[in-house]
């Protein structure tokens, strides 16, 4: 017999608290890290290759690609996907 859920969902409680948006965007911009660190290990692309081809420092990069760091804007997240020859795709639900 399947259990019914009790309580609210975990987004739910989230939205309640006040953090849904802020805890978004932070695991949308760790996602996005660690897709773009997938990349460069499968194509071979080492951070100062990856830096060239954004045109920025190699520190840029590692703040980039650092999932604690919450301060990237969605600009240069743009870059690194570009630089890696993907593109950012995002779906409003």
């Not at 978004?24 to 460069?40: D, E, P, T, Y």
């Amino acid at each position: 017999m399947k259990e019914k859920n009790i309580g609210s969902s975990f987004d739910s409680w989230l939205r309640e608290e006040g953090i849904y948006a802020e805890t978004a965007s932070s695991a949308i911009k760790r996602v996005l890290a660690r897709q773009v660190q997938a990349v460069m290990k499968e194509r071979e692309i080492s951070k100062a290759e990856m830096a060239r081809r954004m045109r920025t420092s190699r520190a840029a990069l590692d703040r980039l690609l650092d999932p604690a760091n919450d301060g990237v804007t969605l600009a240069t997240l743009q870059k690194a996907a570009e630089a890696v020859g993907r593109q950012i795709r995002l779906e409003l639900l």
